[in-house]
C-alpha cells in the first residue's frame, strides 16, 4: 500500500479553507448566511460561495451541500457517505497543507536516518517551495510535543525521544478528529489495521466478561495509541525501558492486551509495549467494577477527594459528600493524577460541550481540579476537567431525579420471575416519579424491612403502615393511579418537612410571641430582643443598634410587617423572634400585625437569606398575613401554618 493512501483524510483536493467551511457547517444543523461564514473565514462572500463549488466539485457526485436564499446547510447523509467513500478507497493524496504536514510527519517517523526535501516533494507532486513551506508548519507543531526536527544538509530528521515521536503522532490525528471524536475507520487506514474495529469489539467483551466498567469516550484515544504501537514495532521502533513494576491490575489487562494484539494484528508487541498500553487502559478508560475483587481506590486518593469535596460544601454550600461519588471519584483521581506524573493526558470529545452548557458544574470541577493539583503537585487540562465535571453533573442529575421522586419498596413474594415483571412495570410507566430502592421476594416482611416512603406490595403487609398500595401481581390502570396518588402525597410530605426543617433553624418556641404589648415600635423592640438576649443569641448592644436602625427609617417594608434589626452582623446564630397580634398598632406612620426581631450573623448568611426572603412573600400578601394571624395560636400552629402556606 503506497504511503499516500495509509493517509486517507475527510476530504480529497480541498484547500484548509475549504475545510474549514465544512467544519463550520457541521457545526450547525440550521441554513449558515454567507455573512456569517465569511466572517468566521476571515473572507469575503465572495470567496465563500468560491469555495462552497470548488467543495461541491470536490466531493462530486455527493451533493454535501445545500443552497437557499438564507444561506448554505451541509446535507449530512451525503456528507458522511462522502467520506466514508474517501477514507475507505484509499485512494486519496495530500493535497492540502495539512495533509503533507502529516504525512510528511508521518514518513520521518518510519525513516529514523531521515529523508531528503527531493525525495518527499517528489512523493507529494508539489515544488521544492511547498515543501518548505510544509516544513516549517511542521516544525512549529513538533516543538509543541518536544520533538526536534532537525534539517542536515538536504534530510530532514526527527530527534527525540520514541515516547515524543508517539505523542507528536497522536496529536496529528486528534487534530483531524470531528468534534473531537476519533473515527477508528480513520486510525485504521492510516495506520493500515484493517480489523480494528473487531479488535476493539472483542477487547470490550473481554473486559466486560471480567466485570470492568468501560468508558466509551475514552476507549478510542488508547486505540489509537495502540495503533501508534503496533505500527512503531513494525518499524522497529519500540519504547525504552521506563524501570516501573505493573500493578495487578495492569499485569492482568496486559496479557488481554497481548492476546487480541497477536491474534488480530499478528505483531508481538513484547514486555515494554504491552505494560505501556496496559497502564494506558487502566489509567484511562476501566474502573474495577464491584465484581471485580481489585483494590478500590487508595486511601491518599480518598483524603485527596474528601479534603476537594470538603472545601466545595464551604465554598458553593453544595453537598457532594456521598459514599458513592468519593469512591468513583477518588478511583477517577488516583488514574488522573498517574496520567499527569507521566504527560499522558486523556482526551475528553465532551469538553467544550460541558463548559459552555453547564457553568456552574464546570466551575465546581475547576474549583476541586485547582485543589487536586495543589494537594498532588500536578497540573490538570481542561480534558481532564471535563471528566470531573461528568462525575459531579452526573451524581447532582441523580440527586435531583431523586428528589422528585419517591422512593419505593416493592413486596412481591418470589415466583418464577413475577417480581421481575412487577419492577420493570413500576419503572417503565411511572420512572419518573417513583424510585424503586428495593423489592422483598419474602411473604414475612418485617417493619425493620422497609425504609422507603411507600411500598408497593401484592400481599396484605402483616403490620400496619402508612403509604402502603396494595396491588394485582400484573399492574391494572387503577394501580398505576393509586402508586401515582402515593408517591404524589410522599412527594408533598417530603417537601413540608424539608420547610419546617428550615424554619425550625430560626423560629424557636422561645422567641415566639402572641398579642405582645407594646406601645411604640421601641418597646417592641426591647420586649423581642430581650428573649434573644435570654438565650445568648445577641447582646444589649445589637438591640440598642436594632432602634437606632428603626430611628433612622422604618423597617416596614411590607403592609402589615414590621422587621427590625441591626446594620452589624454580631449575632451568634441566624434567629427571628416574632409577634404576631390580631390588632394592628402603629409602627411609625404605619399599622402593622406582625413584627419579626431579626439577628443577623455572619455565618449561614446566604442560607438563612433565602429562608427571610420565603418569609417576606408570606406576609405581603394579605390574605396569608390574616391567614397566619388567624391560625397561629400557639409556636407550632404558627410553624404548621407557614409551611402550608410556602409549600402551596
Given at each position: 500500500?503506497?504511503?499516500?493512501?495509509?493517509?486517507?483524510?475527510?476530504?480529497?483536493?480541498?484547500?484548509?479553507?475549504?475545510?474549514?467551511?465544512?467544519?463550520?457547517?457541521?457545526?450547525?444543523?440550521?441554513?449558515?448566511?454567507?455573512?456569517?461564514?465569511?466572517?468566521?473565514?476571515?473572507?469575503?462572500?465572495?470567496?465563500?460561495?468560491?469555495?462552497?463549488?470548488?467543495?461541491?466539485?470536490?466531493?462530486?457526485?455527493?451533493?454535501?451541500?445545500?443552497?437557499?436564499?438564507?444561506?448554505?446547510?451541509?446535507?449530512?447523509?451525503?456528507?458522511?457517505?462522502?467520506?466514508?467513500?474517501?477514507?475507505?478507497?484509499?485512494?486519496?493524496?495530500?493535497?492540502?497543507?495539512?495533509?503533507?504536514?502529516?504525512?510528511?510527519?508521518?514518513?520521518?517517523?518510519?525513516?529514523?536516518?531521515?529523508?531528503?526535501?527531493?525525495?518527499?516533494?517528489?512523493?507529494?507532486?508539489?515544488?521544492?517551495?511547498?515543501?518548505?513551506?510544509?516544513?516549517?508548519?511542521?516544525?512549529?507543531?513538533?516543538?509543541?510535543?518536544?520533538?526536534?526536527?532537525?534539517?542536515?544538509?538536504?534530510?530532514?530528521?526527527?530527534?527525540?525521544?520514541?515516547?515524543?515521536?508517539?505523542?507528536?503522532?497522536?496529536?496529528?490525528?486528534?487534530?483531524?478528529?470531528?468534534?473531537?471524536?476519533?473515527?477508528?475507520?480513520?486510525?485504521?487506514?492510516?495506520?493500515?489495521?484493517?480489523?480494528?474495529?473487531?479488535?476493539?469489539?472483542?477487547?470490550?467483551?473481554?473486559?466486560?466478561?471480567?466485570?470492568?466498567?468501560?468508558?466509551?469516550?475514552?476507549?478510542?484515544?488508547?486505540?489509537?495509541?495502540?495503533?501508534?504501537?503496533?505500527?512503531?514495532?513494525?518499524?522497529?521502533?519500540?519504547?525504552?525501558?521506563?524501570?516501573?513494576?505493573?500493578?495487578?491490575?495492569?499485569?492482568?489487562?496486559?496479557?488481554?492486551?497481548?492476546?487480541?494484539?497477536?491474534?488480530?494484528?499478528?505483531?508481538?508487541?513484547?514486555?515494554?509495549?504491552?505494560?505501556?498500553?496496559?497502564?494506558?487502559?487502566?489509567?484511562?478508560?476501566?474502573?474495577?467494577?464491584?465484581?471485580?475483587?481489585?483494590?478500590?481506590?487508595?486511601?491518599?486518593?480518598?483524603?485527596?477527594?474528601?479534603?476537594?469535596?470538603?472545601?466545595v460544601y464551604e465554598e458553593y454550600l453544595i453537598e457532594l459528600r456521598n459514599d458513592d461519588l468519593i469512591d468513583r471519584l477518588a478511583l477517577h483521581i488516583g488514574h488522573l493524577v498517574t496520567r499527569a506524573r507521566y504527560d499522558s493526558p486523556s482526551r475528553n470529545p465532551l469538553q467544550k460541550s460541558i463548559k459552555s452548557s453547564y457553568p456552574l458544574v464546570w466551575d465546581i470541577a475547576v474549583f476541586i481540579a485547582s485543589t487536586i493539583q495543589r494537594e498532588r503537585e500536578i497540573v490538570i487540562g481542561e480534558d481532564e476537567i471535563s471528566y470531573i465535571a461528568l462525575h459531579i453533573g452526573s451524581h447532582l442529575e441523580r440527586q435531583a431525579q431523586s428528589k422528585n421522586r419517591a422512593t419505593a419498596t416493592i413486596v412481591s413474594p418470589s415466583y418464577y420471575d413475577v417480581h421481575i415483571v412487577m419492577r420493570e412495570s413500576v419503572e417503565k410507566m411511572l420512572g419518573g416519579e417513583v424510585s424503586i430502592e428495593s423489592v422483598i421476594?419474602?411473604?414475612?416482611?418485617?417493619?425493620?424491612?422497609?425504609?422507603?416512603?411507600?411500598?408497593?406490595?401484592?400481599?396484605?403487609?402483616?403490620?400496619?403502615?402508612?403509604?402502603?398500595?396494595?396491588?394485582?401481581?400484573?399492574?391494572?390502570?387503577?394501580?398505576?393511579?393509586?402508586?401515582?396518588?402515593?408517591?404524589?402525597?410522599?412527594?408533598?410530605?417530603?417537601?413540608?418537612?424539608?420547610?419546617?426543617?428550615?424554619?425550625?433553624?430560626?423560629?424557636?418556641?422561645?422567641?415566639?410571641?402572641?398579642?405582645?404589648?407594646?406601645?411604640?415600635?421601641?418597646?417592641?423592640?426591647?420586649?423581642?430582643?430581650?428573649?434573644?438576649?435570654?438565650?445568648?443569641?445577641?447582646?444589649?448592644?445589637?438591640?440598642?443598634?436594632?432602634?437606632?436602625?428603626?430611628?433612622?427609617?422604618?423597617?416596614?417594608?411590607?403592609?402589615?410587617?414590621?422587621?427590625?434589626?441591626?446594620?452589624?452582623?454580631?449575632?451568634?446564630?441566624?434567629?427571628?423572634?416574632?409577634?404576631?397580634?390580631?390588632?394592628?398598632?402603629?409602627?411609625?406612620?404605619?399599622?402593622?400585625?406582625?413584627?419579626?426581631?431579626?439577628?443577623?450573623?455572619?455565618?449561614?448568611?446566604?442560607?438563612?437569606?433565602?429562608?427571610?426572603?420565603?418569609?417576606?412573600?408570606?406576609?405581603?400578601?394579605?390574605?396569608?398575613?390574616?391567614?397566619?394571624?388567624?391560625?397561629?395560636?400557639?409556636?407550632?400552629?404558627?410553624?404548621?401554618?407557614?409551611?402550608?402556606?410556602?409549600?402551596?
Amino acid at each position: 500500500m503506497c504511503e499516500s493512501a495509509r493517509l486517507g483524510t475527510v476530504t480529497r483536493v480541498m484547500t484548509d479553507k475549504q475545510t474549514g467551511l465544512i467544519e463550520l457547517l457541521r457545526a450547525d444543523d440550521d441554513w449558515v448566511p454567507a455573512a456569517v461564514l465569511a466572517e468566521k473565514l476571515g473572507v469575503s462572500t465572495r470567496s465563500v460561495r468560491t469555495y462552497v463549488t470548488s467543495v461541491k466539485s470536490a466531493a462530486s457526485p455527493f451533493d454535501i451541500i445545500a443552497t437557499s436564499s438564507a444561506g448554505y446547510r451541509l446535507n449530512r447523509d451525503s456528507y458522511f457517505a462522502y467520506r466514508e467513500s474517501v477514507e475507505g478507497s484509499g485512494t486519496s493524496a495530500p493535497s492540502t497543507p495539512r495533509e503533507r504536514v502529516h504525512y510528511i510527519c508521518q514518513r520521518l517517523a518510519e525513516v529514523p536516518s531521515g529523508i531528503s526535501l527531493d525525495t518527499l516533494a517528489s512523493e507529494l507532486h508539489v515544488s521544492s517551495a511547498t515543501i518548505e513551506n510544509d516544513v516549517r508548519r511542521l516544525r512549529s507543531i513538533a516543538l509543541e510535543c518536544d520533538v526536534q526536527l532537525d534539517r542536515i544538509d538536504n534530510v530532514l530528521i526527527f530527534r527525540a525521544d520514541e515516547s515524543h515521536v508517539r505523542r507528536l503522532l497522536s496529536s496529528l490525528v486528534h487534530e483531524t478528529a470531528d468534534a473531537g471524536l476519533l473515527s477508528l475507520d480513520t486510525i485504521a487506514v492510516r495506520f493500515d489495521l484493517g480489523s480494528l474495529v473487531e479488535f476493539k469489539t472483542d477487547l470490550i467483551e473481554r473486559l466486560d466478561y471480567h466485570h470492568f466498567i468501560i468508558n466509551e469516550y475514552g476507549i478510542d484515544a488508547v486505540l489509537l495509541h495502540m495503533a501508534i504501537a503496533v505500527d512503531r514495532v513494525r518499524h522497529g521502533q519500540t519504547l525504552p525501558d521506563d524501570g516501573r513494576e505493573l500493578d495487578g491490575d495492569a499485569q492482568f489487562v496486559g496479557g488481554i492486551v497481548r492476546d487480541l494484539v497477536k491474534r488480530h494484528f499478528e505483531v508481538d508487541l513484547g514486555g515494554r509495549e504491552e505494560g505501556y498500553l496496559a497502564r494506558q487502559l487502566v489509567t484511562r478508560i476501566i474502573t474495577p467494577g464491584t465484581e471485580t475483587g481489585l483494590a478500590g481506590p487508595d486511601r491518599l486518593d480518598r483524603a485527596t477527594t474528601m479534603k476537594a469535596l470538603d472545601l466545595v460544601y464551604e465554598e458553593y454550600l453544595i453537598e457532594l459528600r456521598n459514599d458513592d461519588l468519593i469512591d468513583r471519584l477518588a478511583l477517577h483521581i488516583g488514574h488522573l493524577v498517574t496520567r499527569a506524573r507521566y504527560d499522558s493526558p486523556s482526551r475528553n470529545p465532551l469538553q467544550k460541550s460541558i463548559k459552555s452548557s453547564y457553568p456552574l458544574v464546570w466551575d465546581i470541577a475547576v474549583f476541586i481540579a485547582s485543589t487536586i493539583q495543589r494537594e498532588r503537585e500536578i497540573v490538570i487540562g481542561e480534558d481532564e476537567i471535563s471528566y470531573i465535571a461528568l462525575h459531579i453533573g452526573s451524581h447532582l442529575e441523580r440527586q435531583a431525579q431523586s428528589k422528585n421522586r419517591a422512593t419505593a419498596t416493592i413486596v412481591s413474594p418470589s415466583y418464577y420471575d413475577v417480581h421481575i415483571v412487577m419492577r420493570e412495570s413500576v419503572e417503565k410507566m411511572l420512572g419518573g416519579e417513583v424510585s424503586i430502592e428495593s423489592v422483598i421476594t419474602r411473604t414475612d416482611v418485617r417493619p425493620s424491612d422497609i425504609t422507603t416512603e411507600i411500598v408497593i406490595t401484592t400481599i396484605p403487609l402483616p403490620f400496619e403502615m402508612d403509604a402502603v398500595v396494595l396491588v394485582q401481581p400484573f399492574l391494572t390502570e387503577s394501580d398505576i393511579d393509586a402508586v401515582r396518588r402515593a408517591a404524589s402525597r410522599a412527594r408533598r410530605i417530603r417537601r413540608r418537612s424539608a420547610i419546617r426543617e428550615q424554619l425550625l433553624k430560626y423560629f424557636r418556641p422561645e422567641t415566639f410571641f402572641r398579642n405582645l404589648n407594646h406601645t411604640n415600635p421601641e418597646d417592641m423592640i426591647r420586649g423581642l430582643g430581650a428573649s434573644l438576649l435570654s438565650l445568648g443569641i445577641i447582646d444589649e448592644t445589637y438591640i440598642d443598634s436594632a432602634i437606632e436602625r428603626e430611628r433612622m427609617s422604618s423597617t416596614v417594608f411590607v403592609d402589615g410587617l414590621a422587621v427590625p434589626h441591626a446594620m452589624s452582623l454580631t449575632a451568634e446564630r441566624p434567629t427571628i423572634a416574632i409577634s404576631v397580634n390580631d390588632r394592628a398598632t402603629l409602627w411609625g406612620e404605619q399599622q402593622v400585625n406582625v413584627v419579626a426581631f431579626i439577628a443577623f450573623a455572619a455565618s449561614g448568611r446566604d442560607e438563612f437569606q433565602a429562608v427571610f426572603e420565603q418569609i417576606v412573600d408570606v406576609f405581603s400578601d394579605r390574605g396569608h398575613l390574616n391567614d397566619v394571624i388567624k391560625n397561629s395560636n400557639d409556636f407550632d400552629q404558627f410553624i404548621e401554618t407557614l409551611v402550608r402556606i410556602i409549600e402551596s
